[in-house]
Structures are given as C-alpha cells and as structure tokens.
Nanobody, 117 residues
Framework: QVQLAESGGGLVQAGGSLRLSCAAS????????MAWFRQAPEKEREVVAS????????SYTDSVKGRFTISRDNVKNTMSLQMNKLKPEDTAVYYC??????????WGQGTQVTVSS
C-alpha cells in the first residue's frame, strides 16, 4: 500500500502561480511512476503531468507545457507541481497518483485549485 497526501491548492488570480505537493508513504519502493491528474466539474479526469520515479522522465499534457513543471524527490518521497501563468481553465481538483507502468494504483484525496479571471 502507498498513501498519498496532497497539499498546496487554493485560490489564485489568472496569471498567478501555485505549487502543489504530494507526499508518499508506505511501500514507496514499489513506485514506478507518479502523476498529477485533474478533474474539472462535468469533465473527465485527465493526466496533467507525469514523472518516472527512478529516471525522472517527465511528460506533460499539451495545455500545460511551458507553464507547469513536475518534479520529485525520491529521498523525501515527495512530488511537486509548479504551476505558473495559471488560467481559469486550470480550475479543477488536482490529484496525485502512483502507477506501476500499467495501472494507476493509488490516489490522493485531491486538492482544489481555483483560478479567477
């Protein structure tokens, strides 16, 4: 089992920045990849960015490229998402997740990000 706890959400004006953090605990030695997902009202959950745990290979959805940066610290077992130049369409509940390369096995409880125009 891996437990995940997100923090750092909040309300920000368009153009502003927020930093989300996700702390992992439990059987962290089994982590292959971590990611940030988001879900806006009446929309499907989508992956925002992912990072492989050992080699730190990153991937981003097109809408956040150049604005968001994912990083991880595999000593502290944390993952972060630095979000800059936020837009109202970034408003969503953001979730961190852990995967084994085939499935997303563990999820955090989510943190609300609201960007006002």
């Amino acid at each position: 089992q891996v437990q995940l706890a997100e923090s750092g959400g909040g309300l920000v004006q368009a153009g502003g920045s927020l930093r989300l953090s996700c702390a992992a605990s439990g059987r962290t030695s089994n982590i292959y990849i971590m990611a940030w997902f988001r879900q806006a009202p009446e929309k499907e959950r989508e992956v925002v960015a992912s990072i492989t745990w050992i080699r730190s290979i990153t991937s981003y959805t097109d809408s956040v490229k150049g604005r968001f940066t994912i990083s991880r610290d595999n000593v502290k077992n944390t993952m972060s998402l630095q979000m800059n130049k936020l837009k109202p369409e970034d408003t969503a509940v953001y979730y961190c997740a852990v995967g084994d390369g085939r499935n997303w096995n563990y999820w955090g409880q989510g943190t609300q990000v609201t960007v006002s125009s």
